[in-house]
């Protein structure tokens, strides 16, 4: 059984760029979340996709955008990159809302975008 | 507007000492609360998860503590030892909204010195 991988592990991109961050799912996961974590921060939900569908979304612009493929892996897309969207970011995944340890995310090891 | 609050900040405790770490909710209407540890510059571990219905969770040294009235968890470290240094974070989930809710507290960083 793999674990949450994301990819790249860093990335520097100056302002008004547009990057695309990548995540592959635990086997088994068909709901996978996106989080924003700030320095010194908790992370920060932006939105989640559950079986290739959005299934709720954080207080983020829509230049933060998401996609899930059919075998659950997810993309997370952000346009016109300002200097306060240097972060961590997190994917998670989990087997989707029914209950119980179900519920339990597990996090990948994070991509660290710097903005310049 | 749920807030979550993790006091202290910072912890150092000498190896093999017992230890709390705190974490308190605003709004009780919670689904879950789950704990999880965070090394520097890495993604999150979960540790525990507790449900609305549930009073605490154990797993080998951990154990978390629920208690929705008073919103407060504790999560108990037995016998620290220096692999346990890391920032712990408990995340809320509320009983409406789903995921797109969840409220992570601060964390607080504990450092185990041998």
């Known amino acids: 059984e793999t674990g949450v991988t994301q990819s790249p592990t860093h990335l520097i991109k100056t302002r008004g760029q547009q990057v695309t961050l990548r995540c592959s799912s635990q086997s088994g996961h068909n709901t996978v979340s996106w989080y924003q974590q700030a320095l010194g921060q908790g992370p920060q939900f932006i939105f989640q996709y559950y079986r290739e569908e959005e299934n709720g979304r954080g207080n983020f612009p829509p230049r933060f955008s998401g996609l899930q493929f059919p075998n659950y892996s997810s993309e997370l897309n952000v346009n016109a990159l300002e200097l306060d969207d240097s972060a961590l970011y997190l994917c998670?995944?989990?087997?989707?809302?029914?209950?119980?340890?179900?519920?339990?995310?597990?996090f990948g090891p994070g991509t660290r975008l710097t903005v310049l | 507007k749920q807030e979550v609050t993790q006091i202290p900040a910072a912890l150092s405790v000498p190896e093999g000492e017992n230890l709390v770490l705190n974490c308190s909710f605003t709004?009780?209407?919670?689904?879950?609360l789950q704990w999880f540890r965070q090394d520097p510059g890495k993604g999150l571990t979960s540790l525990l998860l507790?449900?609305?219905?549930?009073r605490e969770q154990t797993s080998g040294r951990l154990n978390a503590s629920l208690d929705k009235s008073s919103g407060r968890s504790t999560l108990y470290i037995a016998a620290s030892q220096p692999g346990d240094s890391a920032t712990y974070l408990c995340a809320v989930r509320p009983s409406y909204g789903g995921y797109q809710k969840v409220t992570f507290g601060t964390g607080t960083k504990l450092q185990v010195i041998p």
């Open positions: 998670a995944s989990s087997l989707g809302g029914t209950g119980g340890v179900a519920d339990t995310q597990y």
């Open positions: 709004d009780s209407a919670i689904y879950n």
């Open positions: 507790i449900q609305s219905s549930q």
